[in-house]
């Protein structure tokens, strides 16, 4: 067997090679350094080692492919598997709309020279699970959505709300809001509650959502002493938007000053 016939057969082999088995997903970290990044850390159980060389890398949730911002970094200790990486939701598919955020598979690869898996991480989460997805929900408030203004006049016969919501549509497309269902409170008191009407939040700007209603006095009055007397207020409720997989609700709870 010549050389060029032995090269041929390793390169083969090599081709050939089945992708090592993915170690298993413990827990999912993400941060919010910029409102259009996500910063994410994946933990999981150590494997066989952690393969040096690797150059490349990409990640799945469900059958969705999400760009990644940064270069590969693996690190193994204290008993885990640790990857950290960027993802810029400017440059996300709209089909992560989509996906079921209360059982989302995740696969992460990291690629050798040659494009193939050379350690893979895979689990299913559960975004509503702290023990699963560590989330900093206030961060996370802050950066799409907030209670901007929340004004409480009282009057001789109603009490005139007027809040005012600012979201946040990070990507890179618009996402189309069927509605809004609300609920204004004041400490223990209820003020008010209704519905917003379908909105489109436009890709990558803040956008207003005003609330105006007069409630007669005798249905507020108590919410209203609340606000006068510096009572933490709240909106909580339901956004509704529509994705490639039907209709979902983000549930929404602001407060004034957040």
């Known amino acids: 067997m010549g050389p060029a016939h032995a090269f041929v057969l390793i390169a083969a082999a090599l081709a050939a090679a089945p992708a090592p088995p993915p170690v298993r997903l413990q827990v999912v970290t993400v941060a919010v350094p910029e409102r259009d990044l996500l910063r994410v850390t994946l933990h999981a159980a150590a494997g066989s080692g ?13 059958d969705v492919a999400v760009p990644l911002a940064t270069p590969v970094d693996v690190t193994e200790g204290a008993g885990e598997i640790r990857v950290d990486f960027d993802v810029k939701l400017r440059e996300a598919p709209q089909a992560v709309l989509g996906l079921d955020p209360n059982r989302m598979p995740v696969l992460w ?36 959505a907030h209670l901007a203004d929340l004004k409480v006049t009282p009057s001789l016969t109603v009490v005139s709300v007027r809040a005012l919501i ?82 979902r609700p983000i549930p929404l709870l602001l407060r004034a000053g957040m």
């Open 166 to 247: 600012s979201l946040y549509n990070p990507f890179g497309f618009d996402v189309v809001a069927k509605g809004l269902e609300y609920r204004v409170t004041v400490g223990t008191q209820s003020i008010l509650a209704g519905r917003q009407p379908g909105f489109r939040l436009r890709a990558g700007r803040n956008s207003d959502v005003l609330i105006e209603q007069d409630v007669p006095l005798a249905d507020a009055m108590g919410g209203a002493a609340a606000f006068a007397r510096g009572a933490p207020a709240q909106l909580e409720g339901t956004l509704t938007i529509r994705t490639p997989a039907g209709d």
């Open 50 to 62: 952690v393969r040096a060389g690797l150059t490349g890398q990409r990640l799945h949730l469900g």
């Open 109 to 144: 690869e990291g690629l050798d020279a040659a494009g193939r898996p050379a350690l893979a991480v895979r689990g299913t989460v559960d975004l509503g699970d702290p023990g699963e997805v560590e989330l900093p929900l206030a961060g996370l408030y802050r950066a799409y």
